[in-house]
Nanobody, 122 residues
Framework: VQLQASGGGLVQAGGSPRLSCAAS????????MGWYRQAPGKERELVAM???????TYADSVKGRFTISRDNSKNTVHLQMNSLKPEDTAVYSC?????????????????WGQGTQVTVSS
């Protein structure tokens, strides 16, 4: 199983980039999908998460500005970021709890995509 993230880059304050992450491989299903970020010198933090049923959770710092969505048929998750601020600068990583099924055994494991840098210039 692999998670491939795309999007990000250098954005001006107030910009609206969109991050995407696609899961591939032998996947039976995907439970929660989310985006995390880590700024220099800081710990990684949860930005947003969405359950398979579509329930969304956001960090207080991004509520009202970021929107997470997913397409279960394509095993993808997106993060629409609006009204970006310099403090949103970080490496953003996607995460998914992937369910596998092999030899009558159900497995669950969290996978991480490669981080994608988002730099917001003021």
């Amino acid at each position: 199983v692999q998670l491939q993230a795309s999007g990000g880059g250098l954005v001006q304050a107030g910009g609206s980039p969109r991050l995407s992450c696609a899961a591939s491989g032998t996947i039976f299903g995907i439970n929660d999908m989310g985006w995390y970020r880590q700024a220099p010198g800081k710990e990684r933090e949860l930005v947003a998460m969405i359950t398979r049923a579509g329930t969304e959770t956001y960090a207080d710092s991004v509520k009202g500005r970021f929107t997470i969505s997913r397409d279960n048929s394509k095993n993808t998750v997106h993060l629409q970021m609006n009204s970006l601020k310099p403090e949103d600068t970080a490496v953003y990583s996607c995460n998914a709890e992937v369910v596998t099924y092999s030899n009558d055994v159900v497995g669950r494991r969290h996978y991480w995509g490669q981080g994608t840098q988002v730099t917001v210039s003021s």
